[in-house]
């Protein structure tokens, strides 16, 4: 075969091995009828939190409906998440990644990150249309002006308390694209999923499940909902024939244990992130405050009770599978890290309430 018969536009070419289509049916680019070309190199760059990466997917969703053949990479600091049989190319940030990346050629490539580096890839990467956030002059700039209404809301809080969009429509319109409800995408374990399904049911004997996310991360504990708001609610569900159970990461545990005591409830003890997914996917409501928790549950298509203080709401969109609830008096610290009062707003939001939003799923 010549070489100059190889197809490197191809979706399937894998650089320096072997393909898909000759491995499973021994065919090379001369006789080949699995062929596609590339439609578009599409480049997202989301490193950031977690759950960030998480709700980001929907554009994958949206620019697969776009361009069926796009070859889709993505740079992050958290590759786990992303489910490899939606994205050709996964890249985690690091020196050879950058290296690969800055001597490429894309059509589209997306910054939503406004930390220093990822702008200044954006501004280095070799690109047709650029979408999002970019170095300019020494400083963060919008790539295009429909980035200029994110950047303004992160530099001012009382623009960002007044803003009505969630994250959803305003990722989209940065990428001057149209959000329809398109979907959150996920690297789970089905296997694991089915197994904690059956562990799940077999401890709940029928009951619904509900999954109590007692943690928040360390970035904002102000968040927080106090541990004996958890043991109320958990001891009402119980009454009330639901069967819950005490979900957190380790900086939980302690807690978590101590609200399973006071209650006889489940705690079944923190694993890996990948086992942690399946366990939500067992679950048929999620309670959870502002974290990584609500884009799980969000991308598994759960009903949830979402709390929230410190954050305007309008940035959240659950998809019409759940309801946000606020303390009663409001919160004095917008993305504070210290509360303001003298005792947290996080009181004022009742467990009576929480249980009956949960009544209402």
Same mark, same amino acid.
């Given at each position: 075969? *010549?070489?100059?018969?190889?197809?490197?536009?191809?979706?399937? &070419?894998?650089?320096? @091995?072997?393909?898909?289509?000759?491995?499973?049916?021994?065919?090379?680019?001369? =006789?080949? $009828?699995?062929?596609?070309? !590339?439609? %578009?190199? @599409?480049? @997202?760059?989301?490193?950031?939190?977690?759950?960030?990466? @998480?709700? /980001? /997917?929907?554009?994958?969703?949206? #620019?697969?409906?776009? &361009?069926?053949?796009?070859?889709? +990479?993505?740079?992050?600091? +958290?590759?786990?998440?992303?489910?490899?049989?939606?994205? *050709?190319?996964?890249? %985690?940030?690091?020196?050879? +990644?950058? #290296?690969?990346?800055?001597?490429? $050629?894309?059509?589209?490539?997306? =910054?939503?990150?406004?930390?220093?580096?990822?702008?200044?890839?954006?501004?280095?990467?070799?690109?047709?249309?650029?979408?999002? &956030? !970019?170095?300019?002059?020494?400083?963060?700039?919008?790539?295009?002006?429909?980035?200029?209404?994110?950047?303004?809301?992160?530099?001012? *809080?009382?623009? +960002?308390?007044?803003? /009505?969009?969630? #994250?959803?429509?305003?990722?989209?319109? !940065?990428?001057?694209?149209?959000? =329809? *409800?398109?979907? #959150?995408?996920?690297?789970y374990n089905k296997d694991l999923a089915a197994k904690w399904s059956n562990i799940m049911k077999y401890r709940g004997q029928g009951k619904k499940i509900v999954g109590l996310n007692t943690g928040c991360g360390n970035r904002w504990l102000t968040r927080l909902w106090p541990e004996e708001m958890w043991v109320k609610l958990t001891k009402d569900l119980l009454k009330a024939g639901y069967f819950p159970v005490i979900l957190g990461g380790p900086q939980e545990e302690e807690k978590n244990s101590i609200i399973a005591k006071k209650t006889s409830s489940w705690y079944p003890g923190t694993y890996s992130l990948e086992e942690f997914f399946a366990i939500a996917s067992a679950c048929d409501i999620v309670v959870t405050q502002v974290s990584m928790m609500m884009h799980i549950a969000t991308a598994l298509q759960k009903k949830m009770v979402l709390m929230n203080n410190i954050f305007n709401k309008h940035e959240f969109y659950l998809y019409n599978r759940g309801v946000i609830v606020e303390p009663e008096t409001g919160c004095d610290c917008f993305y504070g890290n210290s509360c303001k009062r003298d005792k947290s707003c996080m009181y004022d939001l009742k467990p009576e309430t929480v249980f009956k939003e949960i009544e209402k799923l």
């Open positions: 075969m *010549d070489i100059k018969n190889v197809k490197y536009d191809c979706r399937h &070419f894998k650089v320096a @091995i072997p393909c898909k289509p000759n491995k499973e049916h021994n065919v090379d680019c001369e =006789n080949c $009828k699995f062929y596609v070309k !590339i439609e %578009k190199r @599409i480049l @997202i760059i989301k490193l950031g939190a977690m759950g960030d990466v @998480i709700r /980001t /997917t929907p554009l994958v969703v949206k #620019y697969r409906e776009l &361009f069926p053949n796009a070859q889709i +990479s993505w740079l992050t600091l +958290s590759p786990d998440v992303l489910p490899k049989e939606d994205i *050709d190319k996964i890249y %985690k940030w690091n020196e050879t +990644s950058l #290296y690969i990346l800055r001597n490429q $050629k894309f059509d589209i490539a997306i =910054n939503l990150d406004k930390e220093e580096e990822a702008c200044m890839l954006l501004a280095e990467v070799d690109s047709t249309e650029k979408y999002g &956030f !970019i170095w300019n002059e020494n400083h963060i700039d919008a790539a295009t002006p429909a980035a200029q209404h994110k950047l303004i809301t992160g530099y001012y *809080d009382h623009h +960002s308390e007044k803003n /009505t969009k969630h #994250y959803m429509d305003e990722i989209f319109e !940065i990428c001057h694209l149209q959000f =329809n *409800d398109e979907p #959150y995408l996920l690297n």
